[in-house]
């Protein structure tokens, strides 16, 4: 059975970069034809569509974030990784690492990682 | 604000049917059918209920069912159950924006 699982600080300081990584376990990236992703969540609101990555390195990221947003894959680990630049407290949130239902660029999200806090602060 | 209209909460007795609407425009919701809906339950990672407007992941319950007219998308729950009380998210993708939208969620209680 397919697992995620984030991993990274809890804790970044305004204006520097979250980074976040993602462990699949329980399948390939390499073998499969999927854009695995990111979404958050701020505390006590909606979800965002951060962005998404084929296991080739091919990107798509949100328009919204795009200047500040760098999605990588480490086939040889399992694992893909987020980059966001000069957060503020407004990108205070949980962080899902994600996979679609099917293969394909427009596929609904159908797993999902348990999620970790990311808290921006001095 | 969100890209897609939710109704902030829904809530219904045990046994009976609720609606949840979600209204995008005719770049996202309307164009397409690419309208997923997300269970969430507090403290849990948001569970895949409805994707493609009225398609049912494999083990899901009948009990959910979707459907759309126009720009808007609709989420209907039968025979309430008590575990149904969850944050309900809209999703779809905007050709305009090249983006997946979200709606702002509706919280689902039973009564």
């Known amino acids: 059975q397919l697992q995620l699982q984030e991993s990274g600080p809890g804790l970044v300081k305004p204006s520097e970069t979250l980074s976040l990584t993602c462990t699949v376990s329980?399948?390939?990236?390499?073998?499969?034809?999927?854009?695995w992703g990111w979404i958050r969540q701020p505390p006590g609101k909606g979800l965002e569509w951060i962005g998404s990555i084929y296991y080739s390195g091919s990107t798509h990221y949100n328009p919204s974030l795009k200047s500040r947003v760098t999605i990588s894959v480490d086939t040889s680990n399992n694992q893909f990784s987020l980059k966001l630049s000069s957060v503020t407290a407004a990108d205070t949130a949980v962080y899902y690492c994600?996979?679609?239902?099917?293969?394909?660029?427009?596929?609904?999200?159908?797993?999902w990682g348990q999620g970790t806090m990311v808290t921006v602060s001095s | 604000q969100s890209a897609l209209t939710q109704p902030a909460s829904v809530s219904g007795s045990p046994g009976q049917s609720i609606t949840i609407s979600c209204t995008g425009t005719s770049s996202d919701v309307g164009s397409y059918n690419l309208v997923s809906w997300y269970q969430q339950h507090p403290g849990k990672a948001p569970k895949l209920m409805i994707f493609e407007v009225s398609k049912l992941p494999s083990g899901l319950s009948s009990r959910f069912s979707g459907s759309k007219s126009g720009n808007t998308a609709s989420l209907t729950i039968s025979g309430l159950q008590a575990e149904d009380e969850a944050d309900y998210y809209c999703?779809?993708?905007?050709?305009?924006?090249?983006?997946?939208?979200f709606g702002g969620g509706t919280k689902v209680t039973v009564l």
């Open positions: 994600v996979r679609p239902y099917s293969s394909g660029l427009l596929q609904p999200f159908d797993i």
């Open positions: 329980g399948g390939f990236i390499s073998s499969s034809t999927y854009y």
């Open positions: 999703c779809s993708y905007a050709f305009s924006s090249t983006a997946w939208l």
